[in-house]
């Protein structure tokens, strides 16, 4: 059974994908975020994280779908989320006792996805599909074409890595127009 707001973000997402992007229609669904391995907040509700997390990244990748072709479909079902660094108190990292938690980003705590996905065309058959485990050991060392004050932006280059290179068509008639 899923959880409401998985319910609610991928309805979120869908009427994103419908007014915002005429040709990109993506269906991404967050499946048991209670136990994804990393979506901790340093400074807020957990709650009110994971739903300002989740309408992030799935606002990018209705982003990243404008380049498929009118009429074709994305669904990713993401059973798993381990963001780019760990949450530690402040008092560990020497912000003293009444600071918020932080967020620490060292190369060793690499940001990491797990999803499956269909590409379906505008029949409905399915075109391509897959499960993904993806991770980024090289996050900090390799170009991120983000603002270092985006967020997500270690997640979203991953996420960008991973659909250039699986739908590189649909990316080359991007860069082309």
């Known amino acids: 059974m899923k959880n409401l707001a998985v319910v609610l973000l991928t309805g979120v997402t869908l009427m994103l994908s419908g007014q915002a992007y005429s040709q990109a229609k993506v269906d991404v669904t967050w499946e048991k975020p209670e136990k994804y391995t990393d979506v901790r907040p340093s400074n807020e509700s957990r709650t009110r ?57 060292k190369s060793i705590d690499i940001p990491r996805i797990a999803f499956s996905f269909e590409l379906l ?26 603002f270092a004050s985006e967020n997500l932006r270690y997640e979203k280059n991953m996420i960008r890595m991973w659909f250039d290179e699986q739908f590189p068509q649909e990316v080359a008639k991007k860069n082309t127009h």
């Open 49 to 105: 994280f994971k739903e300002r997390t989740f309408k992030q990244l799935d606002e990018y990748i209705v982003e990243l779908a404008e380049t498929l072709p009118e009429g074709q479909t994305l669904k990713m079902n993401v059973t798993n989320l381990d963001l780019a660094g760990q949450v530690w108190p402040a008092s560990f990292v020497g912000m003293g006792s009444g600071a918020n938690d932080v967020r620490l980003i």
């Open 121 to 146: 065309g505008s029949d409905g058959a399915v075109i391509q599909q897959g499960e993904q485990n993806l991770k980024d050991m090289s996050f900090q060392n390799r170009h991120n074409p983000f």
